[in-house]
Each structure stands twice: as structure tokens, then as C-alpha cells.
């Protein structure tokens, strides 16, 4: 026992622990969901006792909360990086839409502890900046656009990218459903929307 101990100090020092931990619940929770996870689960799949793992997030909601704030910031580049070299604020808006569209469907389980499955119970320092920080990259372009009212319009444009995710989710839509050209019809609908006096 003492021999495995030892071994998990050496193996996880630097702070190498706690990334492991977030790897391992975040694995966790994309193959199985959110009931599968507790931090028995967690600490087992990182090969760790429930010790350690309480020395870097001592209940489960925290554990969560750092998962959220990861997914947001994964999020923020992601959307940058799908509309970067964009030609117009209004074509830049809508890369970002099916930018949206798309890490939710490529994170779905992610994406639901960020905006869905319990979120309003998570708390953590870094949830809220990373939260803060997507917002305000979806205001900052739509106030590229609209600058008198951007606070109005980047809801309007959060409410349909958020409602389509969730339904192609959910898979509401009939399985005739083009759903590549309903994703570039409603970000051009909502880069158009927003461009509308």
C-alpha cells in the first residue's frame, strides 16, 4: 500500500493530479453521463484514492464546476477559431453560429453540464470568468454589428443557437431533416436578424 501511494505522488506531482482528475471525470461524463459520475468513479479511473482526490476538489460539484469552466473556455477558442479571417462582422457571426451548433453536437455531454444538467448548482471562481468570457465574445460581434444594441440582439442570437443545439441533441427533428443546411440557413437567418435595422 505504502509502495502504490508513493507511486501515485510521483506519478501526479506539479499539479499533474488535478489535470488528471479533470481528464478523468470529463471521460467519465462523455462515455456514461452524469449519473455514472461520483468522485469514487473519478478517482478510480484516475488510479488515485478518494484521499487524494479530495486534496484538489472536495465534492463532486466542484470537480463539476472545473469541467464547466474548461468546456466554456474550449468553447471560446473554438468559435474564435471557426470565424477567424471571417470577411464581415455579419459572416463572422454566423461562422460562430455553426460554431456554436457544432461543439454542442461534438460535446454533448460537455455542453449540457454547461448550460443544462444542474449548471445553476455549480460555483466556482473560474466557471464564472470562463462563463463571462463566452458571453462576452458573443457581444462583442454582435455589438461589431449592432453596437446600440448589443445586449438585446447577442440573447436573441444565444436563444436560437442554444434551442437548435438542444433539439439536435434531443433529436426532435425528423430524420428527413437536412441537418448540415439547417445549421447554415439559421446562422445566416440570425447573421441577417441581427444585421436588420
Known sequence: MKFIMAREKRSYHHG????????AGTAILEKHGLADLSLRAIARAAGVSHAALTHHFETLADLLAEIAARG?????????????????P???????????????????????????????????????QAAGAAWR????AVAAIDPENAQQRAAFVWSAVH??????IDKRFPPSVDVHGLIDANAARIAKAVGAN
Open 16 to 23: 499533474g493530479l488535478r489535470e488528471a482528475l479533470v481528464g
Open 72 to 88: 466554456f473556455e474550449r468553447f471560446v477558442t473554438q468559435l474564435a477559431r471557426k470565424s477567424e479571417g471571417s470577411a464581415t
Open 90 to 128: 455579419e459572416t463572422k457571426l454566423g461562422a460562430m453560429s455553426r460554431a456554436y451548433v457544432g461543439f454542442a453536437l461534438e460535446n454533448p455531454a460537455v455542453y449540457e453540464l454547461m448550460f443544462r444538467q444542474g449548471s445553476k448548482d455549480l460555483d466556482s471562481a473560474h466557471l464564472d
Open 137 to 140: 465574445q458573443l457581444e462583442d
Open 163 to 168: 434551442g437548435l443545439a438542444t433539439l439536435l
